[in-house]
């Protein structure tokens, strides 16, 4: 595989919210991701800033897309699982280097 050919999208989201980051995910063309469960850190500040309340639950949802549909996968996420959202979710990006052991 070529360098950067995918990238590797991470979201956060209130616990029980992962199905939903992948439903958005998968209609604008992602395959599959992994959840892992983790406990948010941020403070009464944080509450405030924001104007929402911070649920210390939290999903965190891995998905390796390839490059080109990136910004498709972050616009659904925004719209379906956004701050403005119950889910609260925030997600980014990491480039990815290589990948092994998927199929094309």
Known sequence: MNKFDHELI????NEGFSEAVMDAARSVGAKG?????????????AEKAF???IEPNKEMVMI????????????????KV??????????????????IGIGE
């Open 33 to 45: 991701g992994t959840v892992l469960h983790a406990n948010g850190t941020a403070n009464k500040d």
């Open 82 to 99: 956004g701050l403005n959202t119950p889910g609260q979710g925030i997600a980014f990006t990491l480039p990815v280097d290589a990948v």
């Open 51 to 53: 104007g929402i309340v």
């Open 10 to 13: 991470l979201c956060v989201v």
């Open 64 to 79: 390796l897309v390839p490059a080109d549909i990136k910004a498709a996968v972050l616009k659904e996420l925004y719209d």
